[in-house]
């Protein structure tokens, strides 16, 4: 699996914007065949920033996913509302998604 993480620092004036203009985009993704997940985060500590979680089954999936149109017209509009250069994190990964954590389990109420 192909699993990415990526932090966009979106100008002050465009938060509000991000992901309205990124809604297209995010539903295109997710509806691809080898898209795993795609979920945006807000962070908590920067108001301009969000966080971007995604998987592709394969690295096929994954350079799918980078050649699609919706990839392209999302590269372009996120160059008009980011403030800086993202960071990125790209790494393959054993599995096929997400797995369940083992050192916290709901306490019996």
């Not at 993480?5 to 309205?20: G, M, S, Y």
């Amino acid at each position: 699996m192909i699993f990415i993480a990526v932090k966009f620092t979106a100008l002050a004036a465009e938060r509000d914007n991000w992901l309205p203009r990124l809604e297209d985009f995010t539903l295109a993704t997710r509806g691809e065949p080898g898209n795993v997940f795609f979920d945006w985060s807000h962070s908590v500590e920067n108001p301009n920033e969000f966080v971007l979680l995604e998987a592709f089954a394969d690295a096929a999936a994954g350079e799918a996913h980078v050649n699609s149109a919706h990839f392209k017209a999302a590269i372009e509009t996120m160059s008009e509302l980011v403030a800086e250069v993202p960071e990125i994190i790209n790494v393959e990964v054993e599995g096929t998604g997400w797995s369940r954590m083992a050192e916290v389990t709901p306490r019996d109420r």
